[in-house]
């Protein structure tokens, strides 16, 4: 059994090139560029309600970083620091070490320091607070969103939600698609390359963690619009899943890290070379309107109005 | 039972004056004050590790936050901003308002913005996150010691983890020593304006929240220096208190959240008259020595060398 000094000493301290100071004192210190603002956001993940007691420690690592970077993400803030903190209910080296290989893996991808920490004993929880950076004014806000906007989504969103029923033995996947929903799920990609090149295109933009409809009524409510999604025009669902399921999956999963923004439709052309750029594709799914505030209206393959049962995930709901 | 989303917006959006953007959004967004570093800790506060099933939730909010605040006055950061992420076994409505007002109490005495955070089910955990900023080149670092400084703690350690013995029945204080005891443990009070004035003034400074020894363990470590402290100088014992567990929590005890730092010996006369200005007693315990860094000699009451056996707590030690 390892000291608490000793493992943050052993697997937390590799050197922070952006940071004065980065672990091992009672703070980190940084210098923040001139003129930016400075994007903070922190996400707590909770062993049986964000991961799976048997979840790969190195994949964990990955994860808790990279929720964080999606916030940063869907500000259009660039990442530059990261603080972790966690409780552990034992000190295991092997546990430790593969997390912070995941941890790293990630920041090193990202161009991120892991500048400090704490650590404790306790029901496993990793908490990370991430830092980014961005140019006065540049914020994707949730609250920037006007009619007339088209409605954006990034990426497959749903696979991961489908991946955690595959897990559950809520449904059967074929080892393919399992394999491409189970990375979507373990190692999640935050956009953080969208979301700084969305910068002056998007006028709101959201990151779907808590389900692509929880999340739209987000920017929806903040910015006082109403929404038409047509899920003709979201990604196709993969052939080989329930599609019941699947679309449920797509519209209210939640775990995904993909962005969803509003822009104006005269940036269509601009936000299809950016798609071609990134290698990602971009769903134009719906668009906004100026009546009843908060309002949602989704409508099938056929154009039908459907009935949404659900928007999200909500841990407390 | 609330919302997730509700319980964040009832309790947690108090208007914030110094960002750009509360709680709400993916991120918080603040501007930092030209010409700043910042300083960032991060500390999580985990039920049964560091509080009782049924501390009062008002004193866990003021101490989740003045914990991190230690760490600050610590480096000598003038506190601004911090986030909550926290973990809960249930939403109860009582529980997070009374919380919420311990937390809001802390910062608004110390003029913190509590600009965004996470909420979520599981365990009970909280996990802060405190910024703060200093003039560069100023931070009261741990690696600052040097051979002659004289060695200052402020305050009355050891209270607090008397308190906790008495609490958990190890010890039987009378009531008014058992009071300012629980009140240490339970609502410490960090040493911000101390941390602030010691710029200038300290080589090196830590806050004693791992117990007094310990911590001036990790400042010799870190300065290569070792260190002579003398019980005789450090604050008197109470008098009502077993003087054995008493003189032990003073020295290892943990969980309080006093200065101790070294300064050259031609300081002596300020740091006088700052004690006196903040009416907080400042103990000249030690000094430093240039020989067998970490290395700690302890005299006790008559000079004679003292055997130590704890320093002070360790997670997983």
Same mark, same amino acid.
């Given at each position: 059994?390892?000291? #608490? &000094?000793?493992?943050?000493?052993?697997? &937390?301290?590799?050197?922070?090139?952006?940071?004065?100071?980065?672990?091992?004192?009672?703070?980190?210190?940084?210098?923040?560029?001139?003129?930016?603002?400075?994007?903070?956001?922190?996400?707590? *993940?909770?062993?049986?309600?964000?991961?799976?007691?048997?979840?790969?420690?190195?994949?964990?690592?990955?994860?808790? *970083?990279?929720?964080?970077?999606?916030?940063?993400?869907?500000?259009?803030?660039?990442?530059?620091?990261?603080?972790?903190?966690?409780?552990?209910?034992? +000190?295991?080296? @092997?546990?430790?070490?593969?997390?912070?290989?995941?941890?790293?893996?990630?920041?090193?991808?990202?161009?991120?320091?892991?500048?400090?920490?704490?650590?404790?004993?306790?029901?496993?929880?990793?908490?990370?607070?991430?830092?980014?950076?961005?140019?006065?004014?540049?914020?994707?806000?949730?609250?920037?969103?006007?009619?007339?906007?088209?409605?954006?989504?990034?990426?497959?969103?749903?696979?991961?939600?489908?991946?955690?029923?595959?897990?559950?033995?809520?449904?059967?996947?074929?080892?393919?698609? +399992?394999?491409?929903? =189970?990375?979507?799920?373990?190692?999640?990609?935050?956009?953080? #390359?969208?979301?700084? @090149?969305?910068?002056? =295109?998007?006028?709101?933009?959201?990151?779907?963690?808590?389900?692509?409809?929880?999340?739209?009524?987000?920017?929806?409510?903040?910015?006082?619009?109403? +929404? #038409?999604?047509?899920?003709?025009?979201?990604?196709?669902?993969?052939?080989?899943?329930?599609?019941? =399921? /699947?679309?449920?999956?797509? =519209?209210?999963?939640?775990?995904?890290?993909?962005?969803?923004?509003?822009?104006?439709? #005269?940036?269509? @052309?601009?936000?299809? /070379?950016?798609?071609?750029?990134?290698?990602?594709? *971009?769903?134009?799914?719906?668009?906004?309107?100026?009546?009843?505030?908060?309002?949602?209206?989704? &409508?099938?393959?056929?154009?039908?109005?459907?009935?949404?049962?659900?928007?999200?995930?909500?841990?407390?709901?």
């Amino acid at each position: 059994m390892s000291s #608490e &000094f000793e493992l943050i000493r052993r697997y &937390f301290s590799r050197p922070t090139a952006q940071a004065i100071l980065g672990p091992g004192d009672d703070c980190a210190l940084v210098a923040p560029s001139p003129g930016m603002n400075l994007a903070i956001t922190t996400d707590m *993940l909770v062993e049986g309600t964000h991961f799976l007691p048997n979840t790969d420690p190195s994949r964990l690592g990955w994860k808790a *970083l990279a929720v964080n970077l999606s916030d940063l993400a869907a500000m259009g803030a660039r990442p530059r620091w990261a603080l972790l903190a966690g409780s552990l209910p034992e +000190a295991c080296e @092997s546990w430790v070490g593969s997390f912070a290989e995941g941890l790293y893996a990630c920041a090193t991808r990202f161009g991120v320091d892991v500048i400090g920490g704490d650590t404790t004993r306790g029901p496993r929880n990793l908490c990370l607070t991430a830092i980014g950076e961005l140019p006065a004014g540049t914020a994707l806000r949730r609250d920037g969103a006007l009619p007339g906007d088209d409605l954006w989504v990034s990426g497959q969103p749903g696979l991961a939600a489908l991946g955690l029923a595959h897990l559950q033995a809520r449904t059967r996947l074929p080892d393919e698609l +399992a394999d491409s929903c =189970l990375a979507s799920l373990l190692r999640p990609f935050p956009r953080v #390359e969208l979301g700084l @090149s969305l910068r002056g =295109l998007a006028h709101a933009a959201i990151d779907i963690s808590d389900g692509l409809l929880a999340d739209l009524g987000h920017i929806l409510e903040r910015s006082g619009v109403a +929404a #038409e999604v047509f899920v003709a025009q979201l990604p196709p669902l993969p052939a080989q899943a329930d599609p019941v =399921l /699947a679309r449920r999956c797509q =519209l209210a999963g939640g775990d995904d890290y993909e962005l969803m923004f509003s822009a104006p439709p #005269e940036k269509r @052309s601009e936000l299809a /070379a950016l798609a071609r750029r990134l290698a990602l594709p *971009l769903w134009r799914c719906g668009h906004l309107v100026g009546s009843s505030p908060g309002r949602i209206d989704v &409508f099938g393959e056929e154009g039908q109005p459907l009935a949404i049962e659900q928007r999200g995930y909500d841990h407390f709901g």
